[in-house]
């Protein structure tokens, strides 16, 4: 098996509140939305976000596990080159009506990241690392 992947799917309670958000609101595009079932949007040459709505998530692979109550134990990650550009694309996801988690803060690994959370909760940290693998993932 390669180590890359291919989709990320996030199970989400309402596929239009996720449509106005990360397409109306960041303007993102769709590749593929299909209302009341799912958006797909291109995330990167060879990724695409997929975000389900959860009853057929569970549907289809069933119970997922939980750890207790909460947020997901995962974020995703958007990387930038400058602090200054995690500033902007925060600023923008607060526009787009993003629940801020935290706000951006030099980090003791020498980047700078804050975070905010989607319509269902997932977090996204917006990142500048420095470091090589940090810029390695840069358009």
């Known amino acids: 098996m390669d180590a890359r992947i291919s989709f990320v799917t996030l199970a989400v309670a309402d596929v239009e509140a996720s449509r106005r958000f990360y ?4 303007g993102w595009e769709p590749e593929l939305f299909v209302p009341g079932e799912v958006l ?3 995330a ?3 990724l695409v976000l997929s975000l389900w709505d959860a009853e057929a998530f569970t549907a289809e692979i069933g119970e997922a596990p939980r750890t207790g109550p ?3 134990p995962l974020t995703l990650a958007h990387n930038v080159a400058t602090p200054g550009e995690v500033d902007a694309v925060l600023a923008e996801a607060r526009a787009a009506g993003a629940a801020m988690v935290s706000v951006p803060v030099a980090r003791d690994w020498g980047g700078y990241t804050g975070y905010f959370a989607d319509p269902d ?5 917006v990142a500048h690392n420095p470091g090589p693998i940090g810029l390695s993932v840069l358009p």
Do not use: H, K, P, T
Request: aromatic share 12%.
């Open 44 to 46: 990167g040459e060879r």
């Open 121 to 125: 909760g997932f977090r996204w940290e």
């Open 40 to 42: 797909m949007i291109r």
């Open 70 to 72: 909460g947020v997901a």
């Open 23 to 26: 397409v109306d609101g960041l």
